[in-house]
């Protein structure tokens, strides 16, 4: 199942999102990733099917299909989910975060403790700013987080330059190339292979640089400032999936998280990177999920 929906907001904008899964299954909002859009859900469909899950997979603010907010913040979110939950008639559903979807879920988690029964975190970004220094972090994160703290104008002037080329769909014969420039672990560049993967992965990517730029920029803003709150303060069962081979972001600071949260089990994958960790065990994360 897959179909795309207009959620309307209370500030004259939407939310577009497109369901995955059993339509009539246990209800789970997916939070993709950065640079990413609502397609990254793909990775879920047939674990969901198979597993009576309704995967709900909204695109964030400013990409893709839904509504530029401008000055958005981080806590700000859980309010469009409440308005998305209540459009589609949801009580209680539990929360998936791939990769840069994770503030998300723990700002819906912290928000919404009443409806939100758990959370499952894989691959996760945690708080950078509270990090001392940037070691553990993925060298393009570090270089973006130094420009945008010295030279914003000239991040944006990148930003705008790099759009044209991420928003091209790039042919099949040339993927394999493409794995190997991004010089990526090698479970990572095994697990891309696959063409569904590959598909959710890059495709979901590249709607969001054809969307806006500055929804993309605006979305990545909220990672280089404060999240708003503790991540102590998520009292809802955190499911926290990450790869010992992340590169993105090392498995050290993920149990840095992992160990702050008051209500977390935490699994550490060997072998998994940033990617092959949810095209390789989403049956797994989704099964545990909705045991909660």
């Known amino acids: 199942m897959s179909n795309e929906n207009l959620v309307p907001l209370e500030n004259s904008g939407v939310i577009a ?3 995955y899964g059993d339509a009539n299954g246990v209800p789970v909002i997916f939070c993709h990733g950065w640079p990413s859009s609502r397609t990254m859900a793909r990775l879920t469909d047939e674990a969901a099917r198979d597993l009576g899950i309704r995967i709900i997979s909204p695109d964030r603010p400013g990409i893709s299909g839904s509504s530029l907010q401008p000055d958005r913040k981080l806590i700000d979110w859980p309010r469009v989910v409440e308005r998305l939950a209540d459009h589609l008639a949801l009580g209680e559903f539990r929360v998936l975060a791939v990769s840069g979807g994770a503030p998300y879920a723990y700002a819906t988690a912290r928000a919404m403790p009443e409806r939100v ?4 975190i894989v691959s996760g970004a945690i708080p950078i700013v509270d990090l001392p ?3 553990g972090l993925l060298p393009l994160y570090r270089w973006m987080l130094v420009l945008y703290r010295t030279r914003p104008q000239l991040l944006r002037k990148l930003f705008y330059l790099a759009r044209p080329i991420l928003s091209l769909r790039l042919p099949v014969r040339l993927r394999p190339l493409l794995l190997k420039l991004l010089m ?3 479970c990572d560049e095994d697990s891309l292979r696959d063409s569904i993967a590959f598909e959710a992965i890059f495709e979901s990517q590249r709607r969001a640089w054809r969307g806006s730029t500055e929804g993309v920029m605006a979305d990545a803003q909220i990672y280089a400032q404060p999240w708003g709150f ?3 303060e998520v009292q809802v069962p955190v499911r926290l999936w990450h790869g010992n081979e992340d590169r993105a972001f090392s498995v050290r600071l993920a149990k840095e998280i992992a160990e702050r949260l008051p209500n977390c089990k935490a699994r550490y994958i060997d072998g998994a990177g940033h990617y092959s960790l949810p095209i390789r065990h989403m049956r797994e994360i989704l099964e545990e999920l909705i045991s909660l």
């Open 184 to 186: 990526l672990r090698a």
């Open 133 to 135: 220094g940037r070691e």
């Open 17 to 19: 999102f497109e369901e």
């Open 230 to 232: 503790r991540i102590e």
């Open 117 to 120: 029964r758990a959370i499952a």
